[in-house]
């Protein structure tokens, strides 16, 4: 294997080999570009992100600035929506679902090093795929750490580090982020907390 498939394998690999540095630096150019994008041409939002990112739906925005490592490596669903500060270290393969709301400054780590200094200090590193489901909200300055799955249907609280599996239907919070109750039918008629909707066409 080549340092690119023990990468993407999850295998220790060393970063600067195999093309690994070219392909980031090819990816800094196209971030380059989408961050210093005028806002009078918003409009070319959605095609330089199609152009980066390895597969998205249709509908995709991204608020600049926005950071990752290849961008091939990232996959989102229809109606994504990331807000300002959105980075995403993608050595190991980001899967995002449909109707992502991603808040500023939420970071996705799927890249680690290994704990002992003598292992660390070899040059090795590696990635763990991070999953996020379906209709997933994402608050400000959240961290999500490498290997975690986050189910259909939850939210994360604001500024959470979320280090193991989040279950559908949940909001989670807190650092260790954990779940603090599931998400009911009754929360349906609120747009925050106890306040409830005076308009009919939320539902």
């Not at 409009?43 to 995709?60: A, I, R």
């Not at 500023?104 to 002992?116: F, K, M, Q």
């Not at 500024?159 to 807190?174: E, M």
């Amino acid at each position: 294997m080549n340092q690119k498939e023990r990468m993407l394998a999850g295998l220790p690999y060393k970063a600067w080999l195999d093309g690994l540095e070219e392909e980031r630096l090819e990816c800094k150019k196209k971030i380059y570009d989408f961050n210093l994008l005028h806002p009078d041409e918003r409009n070319k939002v959605p095609e330089m992100l199609k152009s980066l990112l390895g597969k998205t739906g249709e509908n995709v925005f991204i608020e600049a600035p926005f950071h990752c490592d290849y961008g091939w490596n990232i996959e989102v669903g229809e109606n994504f929506f990331a807000n300002y500060n959105f980075t995403v270290l993608d050595v190991g393969k980001v899967t995002i679902g449909k109707n992502a709301q991603i808040a500023p400054n939420v970071s996705i780590y799927t890249a680690g090093h290994p704990v002992h200094p003598d292992s660390r200090n070899s040059g090795y590193e590696y990635g763990i795929p991070v999953t996020i489901g379906d209709n997933v909200w994402l608050g400000g300055n959240t961290v999500i750490m490498p290997g975690v799955t986050i189910g259909d249907n939850v939210v994360i609280g604001g500024g959470s580090v979320v280090t193991k599996d989040i279950p559908d239907w949940s909001i989670a919070v807190g650092n260790p982020c954990r779940v603090i109750r599931k998400i009911t039918e009754e929360d349906r008629k609120y747009y925050y907390k106890q306040q409830e909707f005076d308009v009919e066409d939320y539902k």
